[in-house]
Each structure stands twice: as structure tokens, then as C-alpha cells.
T-cell receptor
């Protein structure tokens, strides 16, 4: 499997941008995902990026992938209080059939 | 549009008791997974299945068993509950390996 690491906590003011970072060890990862977990709920798929892409934008979400450094980031523009949650990055290898998750980053949005 | 349904939502077990966590999906997904999430931690894979009749171990299978007799259902069995199995258990499904997972809302299990 591969290791996926994330910082534990991020505090941001409402209206600012949030950047959540993730590093992974396996360079053969084909798809990388971002999931959101709200309190007491399951994980919800936010977005994903294929390994041959450098960037993907989806409304307020921007995913950046630096394959050389094995670094993935999720930027949330105009962060809202509803964005307070735990965010997980996850990766899957080519010919693999299961995701490996990072430990999650708890994002707290302050008014 | 049920998606992935897990039951029960909460359960308290005594040490040594057994129980089955139920998971069913109505999306005709071949792949199904069981994860556990310990407080403040990420998800660890317990077991997974790539289709009916096929199951395989994940990172932390000890103390658990699964079966996959139908595409829809993937129950997780705890035979002799231990305090170390206190956790939130999530079931997930996907159409294939490179698709995002759909998660259930979780079962919070406490073993006392």
C-alpha cells in the first residue's frame, strides 16, 4: 500500500481561502481524491484528480498535484462556515482496488 | 435513492459478545469495503470485496469476518468483542477500483 500524510488542523476566517495539503509516497498512484466528513456523518466525495493532470477546478475547489514532490493540495475559495469539517485525501495505485486514506485535516472556519 | 445503508447506527456491546454490522447498497456496485475510524484518526481498511463470493483482508482484519453472498449486502461480523474494537465503522461501495466511494453514515460501536 501507500502512505498518505496530512496536517492535523487548519483554522481559517470566513471569506478567506483555505489550503489543505497532503503528501503521498507511491508515485504510481493513478487517482487522488478529496473527501469531506461533517460531524457524525460518513465521508462525501468532493473531487478527484487523475495523475496525468496538474490542476483541476470545480467551482470553489481547486486541486493541485505536484507529481515530482508527491504533493496534493485542495484550495477552497471564499471559505464558509459550512466548510468546517474533516478533509481526507486518498490515493489508489494503478491496478489497485482499494483507497489508502490520510489521517484527515480538521478545518475550523471562524466567523 | 438510498445509496449505502448501515444498521444499526449505535450499539453498545459487552466484552465477549458477538454482533453483525449490516451494510447494503442499491447501486449495483461490485466493490464494497469496511473501514474503521478511531477517534481523531483516519480510516483503516478491515475487509473488502470485489464482487459476490469474493472477499479479501485489509490492513486490520483480526477479530472480524465478512461474507458477500449477494451484490447488495456486505455484513461485518465481530465474534468476540474487545474494547479495542470500540470505533466508528463505515461501509462503502464503488462501481470499480478507480471510482470514488459512496459511504454509509456509519455505525458507532462501544465495547465495555
Amino acid at each position: 500500500g501507500e502512505d498518505v500524510e496530512q496536517s492535523l488542523f487548519l483554522s481559517v476566517r470566513e471569506g478567506d481561502s483555505s489550503v489543505i495539503n497532503c503528501t503521498y509516497t507511491d508515485s504510481s498512484s493513478t487517482y487522488l481524491y478529496w473527501y469531506k466528513q461533517e460531524p457524525g456523518a460518513g465521508l462525501q466525495l468532493l473531487t478527484y484528480i487523475f495523475s496525468n493532470m496538474d490542476m483541476k477546478q470545480d467551482q470553489r475547489l481547486t486541486v493541485l498535484l505536484n507529481k515530482k514532490d508527491k504533493h496534493l493540495s485542495l484550495r477552497i475559495a471564499d471559505t464558509q462556515t459550512g466548510d468546517s469539517a474533516i478533509y481526507f485525501c486518498a490515493g489508489i495505485k494503478a491496478a489497485g482496488n482499494k483507497l489508502t486514506f490520510g489521517g484527515g485535516t480538521r478545518v475550523l472556519v471562524k466567523p | 435513492n438510498a445509496g449505502v445503508t448501515q444498521t444499526p447506527k449505535f450499539r453498545i456491546l459487552k466484552i465477549g459478545q458477538s454482533m453483525t454490522l449490516q451494510c447494503t447498497q442499491d447501486m449495483n456496485h461490485n466493490y464494497m469495503y469496511w473501514y474503521r475510524q478511531d477517534p481523531g484518526m483516519g480510516l483503516k481498511l478491515i475487509y473488502y470485496s470485489v464482487g459476490a463470493g469474493i472477499t479479501d483482508k485489509g490492513e486490520v482484519p483480526n477479530g472480524y469476518n465478512v461474507s458477500r453472498s449477494t451484490t447488495e449486502d456486505f455484513p461485518l461480523r465481530l465474534e468476540l468483542a474487545a474494547p479495542s474494537q470500540t470505533s466508528v465503522y463505515f461501509c462503502a461501495s464503488s462501481p470499480g477500483p478507480n471510482y470514488g466511494y459512496t459511504f454509509g453514515s456509519g455505525t458507532r460501536l462501544t465495547v465495555v
